[in-house]
C-alpha cells in the first residue's frame, strides 16, 4: 500500500524560508507526477506547484516566483522550498502523487504557519 509522508512544517516569519519534504514507500510502480495543494479552514483545497519526470515545475500565481517545487536525490522524494512567505501562506500543505498506473496517492499534510 502507498504511503505518502510529508514533513518540514512549521512555524515561519514572514520573508523567510522553509522546505517541505514529501516521501513516498509502499510501491513497486514509479511515479512520474508529483503536486502540492494547501487548504485553510473554510476554504477549498487549493493547487499550488506541480512538477512531472523530466519537466519543470509549475505553480499559482500566488506563489510563483517564492516557491519552488524539486525532485530530491533520494528515490521517491520531492520538495517544495517556499522564500518568502508570507502570512497568506499559512495553511495545511498536502502531496499527491501519481504513479505510472494512474493511480493517486495522498498523504495527511504537514501545518506550515506563517508568523512575525
Known amino acids: 500500500q502507498v504511503h505518502v509522508a510529508e514533513s518540514g512544517g512549521g512555524l515561519v516569519q514572514p520573508g523567510g524560508s522553509l522546505r517541505l519534504s514529501c516521501s513516498v514507500s509502499g510501491s513497486s510502480f514509479s511515479f512520474y507526477a508529483t503536486n502540492w495543494y494547501r487548504q485553510v479552514p473554510g476554504k477549498e483545497r487549493e493547487w499550488v506547484a506541480g512538477?512531472?519526470?523530466?519537466?519543470?515545475?509549475n505553480y499559482a500565481d500566488s506563489v510563483k516566483g517564492r516557491f519552488t517545487i524539486s525532485r530530491a536525490s533520494v528515490e521517491n522524494t520531492w520538495y517544495l522550498h517556499m522564500n518568502s512567505p508570507k502570512p497568506e501562506d499559512t495553511a495545511v500543505y498536502y502531496c499527491?502523487?501519481?504513479?505510472?498506473?494512474?493511480?493517486?496517492?495522498w498523504g495527511q499534510g504537514t501545518q506550515v504557519t506563517v508568523s512575525s
Open positions: 499527491r502523487v501519481s504513479d505510472t498506473t494512474g493511480v493517486t496517492s
Open positions: 512538477i512531472v519526470d523530466g519537466g519543470s515545475g
